[in-house]
């Protein structure tokens, strides 16, 4: 047995070709793969289409078939029906009713009407070839007339009837039909004949059961007729045990105990399923004993609607071969052409592919010569080749590109030379082994070598910390061109020719430059950096002192303010409270004045009742009376107007001590203020209007208190004249009894306490005023300690932004030290 041939072996081969064979080769499967792709499709597609209209072409025929069978046994059913209403099976029950003869028609018997009815059949059988015969059963099974057909093929009625129990299944199923119902019997054999039984129940005008009436037909021929509507192909006819009632592949089949699901399995499951579909079409894979596959359908037909479970199935069947045979030769052409197609396809490519190989055989010479380093050598010229004779110019090009970038990387590097020695920074290249490559300018000037000394030695001599171990730290691979960093940058001691060590900033970058490892140190001079952070360092230092100066002093600023607040707060509640008791004072001078009108009111009505004599003493008594009680009263509202009077005056000595200690505080919060510098300038101008506003508020406390002094005046004064209209009162009702000769006395002691009425009412409505103006002067000390309480919250909110702002300083400060 010869091996296989390894597939890279294979590959390896192929690639070893030149390439005019791999163009043909290639080209040549290329063509023979898509045409095969193409033919398979093709076929495939074929084959689809014809199975599809093969299909559909063969249902309509099994419709065909099917309607066929079904018209014929319906047409049969419909004669059954009409020949059981026609005169003749009436007339014979009513005769047989009355002894033989019919009292409804005169004349007719029993004999007569069964001679008519045999005539009717025979018509019918004339009719319609396919009935083998008609009779006419009892009611018990008994056969009463039967017409068959003789050796001429002719209807004559049947000297011999057939026995009862011949069409016993046929009775009892068509017994048990209602009136108009018909009943189709399965295929059964009779003397070599296929036949079938359509029968109707026959009733008498009384709705009783009387016999049953029958054509049997021949089921040969109804088959006959439906398979030749089936053009291709041959049909079967499967009843609904599964077994054959007609094939036209092997008529040994019918009516034997031959399977229809043995030799067409597929539709036969499905026929016997009791909810198998009705109708099916498609193309059934090894349906047949033999592995034959087959384009094949069915369709069922029902006569009975009382038993849905029976019925006949009609099912032509197509070999797949025999209707694809179109599609098979289709096969076995494609190839054939394809095979042809592709020689023509190769001799050409083959043509072809030996021209553009030639010109790229003399551009691989002149490439040749180029890549040896005659960048003059000649491309050759390729005339009428398409992309080739591109590839030639395109190499002609490539190649005074060529020779113009080495021109310009010679100038490039040139250049580049001299960028790097214009740099402010020393740059040292160091192999892997630790040896100077190459440095620039400044790197020769920082540490005073000429190049040729330096150039090719051990860098530790210059940095110590580019000795061979430090570039040695990292030897992970690195791809061509690839750059690597060493580390962030480090601050190491340089040496120069001299032996001096200063400091320096070093970077170091790894890069693979041509498969060897370099490295690229990068050097600053820092001690000038050095000296200029030491400064920054002394400067932050003392940055830091202030910070913390001003975050202690923001502190105790915010704690003074806070103090402050708190204390404008409590003035605020009190001045609010003072408000509220001089506002009640005023509405109880109020009462006061309206109490001191109702006095004088009295005083007049008691004057008038003087006038009137003696004849009104006892009114001027009860008068008097009241006007005593009236008196008493009003002399115990102004002592009580005197008691709120002397709480507003102790009121307003703690509103004045509440202004000296806003003073207090405004001159405290300047003070702090003026300790803060700058950003104590805005807390100084809210301390100054508190300042003005406690003085404002003293002010108004002066004229609150002058105020309270005439209200007092003006209460002892109500009091003295209370108590000299009370024991007014009390002598004129000592004196009452003696009203006749006191008359003119009494007038003018009641004048004189109208006048003491009017003074009462002027003082009230004086004290009502006062009050008025107090309880006014109490709403602006409200509104100015408001805004008081407003302006120091707001130095509060200032202090705190002020120490959040120190605190905030601090910590950066803090976190810049750590660093």
């Not at 099917?66 to 319906?74: C, D, E, F």
């Not at 396919?130 to 099974?141: D, T």
């Not at 290249?429 to 190049?451: E, K, M």
């Not at 919250?793 to 959040?804: G, M």
Request: glycine share 6%.
């Amino acid at each position: 047995m010869t091996p296989a041939v390894p597939r890279s072996s294979v590959i390896q081969r192929f690639a070893g070709l030149s390439l005019r064979w791999q163009i043909g080769l290639f080209t040549l499967t290329l063509l023979v793969l898509s045409l095969m792709g193409f033919g398979y499709a093709a076929w495939a597609e074929s084959r689809a289409v014809v199975t599809e209209i093969t299909l559909n072409k063969l249902a309509k025929e099994t419709s065909r078939a099917a309607k066929s069978i079904g018209r014929q046994l319906t047409t049969a059913g419909s004669i059954a029906l009409q020949v059981r209403d026609f005169p003749p099976i009436p007339g014979i029950y009513r005769s047989l009713d009355n002894d033989g003869t019919d009292l409804e028609q005169v004349g007719s018997t029993t004999e007569i009407w069964i001679d008519r009815l045999a005539t009717i059949v025979a018509s019918q059988m004339n009719a319609h070839p396919e009935y083998r015969s008609g009779m006419l059963l009892g009611g018990a099974g008994e056969p009463m007339l039967h017409v068959t057909r003789n050796a001429n093929g002719e209807p004559e009625v049947a000297t011999q009837s057939t026995p009862a129990g011949g069409k016993r299944e046929t009775f009892s199923g068509t017994a048990a039909l209602p009136s108009g119902a018909v009943y189709v019997s399965p295929v059964h054999r009779a003397s070599r004949t296929l036949t079938i039984d359509v029968a109707t129940p026959c009733f008498d005008t009384t709705g009783e059961f009387r016999g049953v009436f029958l054509f049997v037909v021949d089921a040969e021929t109804i088959f006959h007729e439906a398979a030749d509507t089936i053009e291709s192909g041959y049909l079967d006819v499967v009843d609904d045990r599964g077994l054959y009632v007609y094939s036209g592949e092997d008529p040994q089949y019918v009516i034997s105990n031959r399977e229809y699901r043995k030799d067409k399995p597929v539709r036969g499951k499905l026929l016997l399923e009791p909810d198998g579909p009705d109708a099916v079409q498609r193309v059934v894979a090894e349906d047949e004993r033999d592995g034959t596959a087959l384009i094949a359908c069915y369709e069922k037909l029902y006569f009975m609607p009382q038993e849905p479970s029976r019925f006949l199935a009609v099912a032509p069947s197509i070999d797949a071969d025999v209707a694809l045979a179109p599609i098979t030769d289709l096969a076995v052409r494609i190839p054939l052409a394809g095979l042809l197609v592709g020689s023509v396809g190769g001799l050409l490519v083959w043509w072809f592919s030996g021209r553009i190989t030639q010109a790229l055989h003399q551009l691989a010479l002149s490439s040749d010569r180029i890549a040896a380093g005659d960048l003059d050598a000649d491309v050759p010229t390729i005339h009428a080749m398409g992309e080739v004779r591109t590839l030639a110019d395109s190499f002609r090009r490539m190649t005074g590109t060529l020779r113009q970038s080495i021109t310009e990387a010679e100038s490039e590097q040139r250049r580049t030379r001299a960028i790097l020695d214009s740099t402010a920074d020393g740059i040292i290249t160091v192999d892997a082994d630790g040896r100077i490559v190459n440095i620039n300018q400044p790197a020769l000037q920082l540490f005073d070598y000429p190049v040729e000394e330096i150039r090719g030695q051990d860098a530790g001599r210059l940095v110590s910390a580019l000795a061979r171990q430090m570039v040695e730290r990292d030897r992970s691979p690195l791809k061509e061109g690839e750059v690597r960093r060493l580390g962030a940058e480090v601050e190491v001691t340089g040496r120069n020719r001299r032996g001096d060590e200063f400091p320096i900033a070093l970077r170091v970058t790894q890069i693979d430059h041509k498969g060897d490892r370099l490295y690229i140190a990068t050097l600053q001079d820092i001690a000038d950096r050095k000296e200029a952070e030491a400064e920054r360092d002394r400067l932050f230092q003392g940055i830091r002192e202030a910070v913390r100066h001003l975050a202690t002093s923001s502190a105790q600023i915010l704690s003074t303010t806070a103090e402050q607040a708190r204390s404008a707060q409590e003035q605020a509640s009190s001045v609010t409270e003072t408000a509220t008791t001089v506002e009640e004072l005023t509405q109880t001078a109020e009462q006061a004045r309206g109490r001191a009108e109702e006095v004088a009111q009295s005083s007049r009505q008691a004057d008038e009742v003087s006038q009137s004599g003696r004849d009104a003493v006892e009114q001027t008594f009860s008068a008097m009376e009241h006007v005593r009680e009236q008196v008493e009263s009003t002399a115990e509202n102004i002592l009580a107007l005197a008691e709120r009077a002397q709480a507003i005056s102790k009121i307003i000595s703690t509103v004045d001590d509440l202004a000296d200690q806003t003073n207090l505080l405004a001159i405290n919060a300047s003070i702090e203020a003026s300790r803060a510098g700058e950003h104590g300038k805005g807390f100084s101008v809210v301390a100054t209007e508190i300042k003005a506003l406690a003085e404002q508020s003293k002010k108004a406390t002066n004229q609150v208190r002058e105020i309270l002094g005439e209200i007092q005046q003006a209460t002892n004064k109500a009091v003295i004249s209370t108590e000299q209209g009370t024991r007014t009162m009390h002598e004129a009702r000592q004196v009452v009894k003696r009203a006749e000769e006191t008359i003119e006395k009494l007038a003018g002691t009641i004048s004189v306490a109208a006048r003491s009425a009017s003074q009462i009412v002027a003082s009230s409505g004086q004290q009502a005023g006062a009050m008025q103006q107090i309880n006014e002067a109490m709403s602006h000390i409200d509104q100015a300690t408001k805004q008081t309480l407003a302006a120091t919250q707001q130095a509060e909110q200032s202090a705190a932004d002020l120490n959040d702002l120190g605190q905030r300083l601090r910590d950066l400060i803090d976190r810049e030290g750590q660093a």
